[in-house]
């Protein structure tokens, strides 16, 4: 099983516009991040977490021209409005792409995308939306999922496994709860949030998920949805051993 970051920023992505790179050195690629999201490969079956609005040139660099499946994590623009793209992922695999979320997710991208869902004036749908469930196989992936706090909204939180090795991925979510910390157990890679270093009313920041990986065991982790303030090589040196910044293309393979 292989995951691939496709993009590891905030919903500003780094830069934002204007050039603003923040504290984040220009110079180093690995601070050019775009909207947050993974692609999931087990024996070429592909899983791709959130439509995010750079999701066209993510798989172009990923190489990647068809995914088997999408899951939709919550609601949120910076995860969700790259969704139009699915329509050459549609064309390429020649019929509807299984797209997975929970029930209130889906009833409100097919308010905002109703196209998408329904088809309009000669152009066919592009996804086939089935809920996410709390536990369920899309192909041969098993996938977990829990609902997290993310402040006035729910956003999933997932689990991924081959039968063997088990990927944990959470970003946006504002508390990290006990049955968060029950559910991600025993995880051997943990893909999580950390915004920034001083707090955030809806994310993590970065003393909070070291806290939530110490309570998690201390799984081996990437961190994801920074912004800004988060330089890679300053992280690089400052986070403890079995922790490391994300950057955009990151491939781990378990």
Same mark, same amino acid.
């Given at each position: ?37 993974? !692609? ?19 798989l172009l ?7 088997? =499946? ?92 081959? =039968? ?30 950390? !915004? ?16 939530? !990986? ?20 300053d992280l ?12 955009? =293309? ?5």
């Amino acid at each position: 099983m292989k995951v691939r970051i496709l993009g590891c920023g905030t919903s500003s992505g780094v830069p934002r516009i204007g050039n603003d790179w923040g504290q984040c050195d220009p110079d180093n690629p690995r601070n050019l991040r775009s909207r947050s999201s993974i !692609l999931i490969s087990l024996g070429g079956f592909r899983l791709l977490v959130d439509t995010s609005p750079d999701m066209r040139l993510q798989l172009l660099d990923a190489e990647v021209g068809a995914v088997d =499946g999408i899951i939709w994590t919550h609601e949120h623009a910076d995860h969700c409005h790259g969704l139009d793209d699915l329509r050459q992922i549609m064309h390429l695999r020649g019929s509807l792409v299984p797209a997975y979320a929970r029930n209130h997710v889906l009833d409100t991208l097919k308010w905002r995308f109703t196209y998408a869902f329904a088809g309009n004036a000669g152009y066919p749908a592009l996804v086939d939306p089935i809920d996410l469930l709390d536990h369920q196989s899309i192909g041969p992936i098993e996938v977990s999922a829990i609902e997290m706090p993310h402040g006035p909204i729910k956003a999933s939180g997932l689990i991924f496994s081959d =039968g063997v090795h088990k990927i944990g991925y959470a970003t946006d979510f504002s508390k990290f709860t006990d049955d968060m910390v029950d559910f991600f157990q025993g995880v051997d890679l943990f893909i999580i949030d950390a !915004l920034r270093r001083y707090p955030h009313p809806t994310h993590p920041h970065l003393a909070m998920t070291l806290a939530a !990986l110490e309570k998690c065991g201390n799984p081996r982790a990437i961190i994801t949805h920074m912004d800004n303030t988060m330089d890679y090589d300053d992280l690089a040196a400052e986070l403890p051993p079995g922790v490391e910044p994300g950057y955009d =293309g990151l491939e781990v393979q378990l």
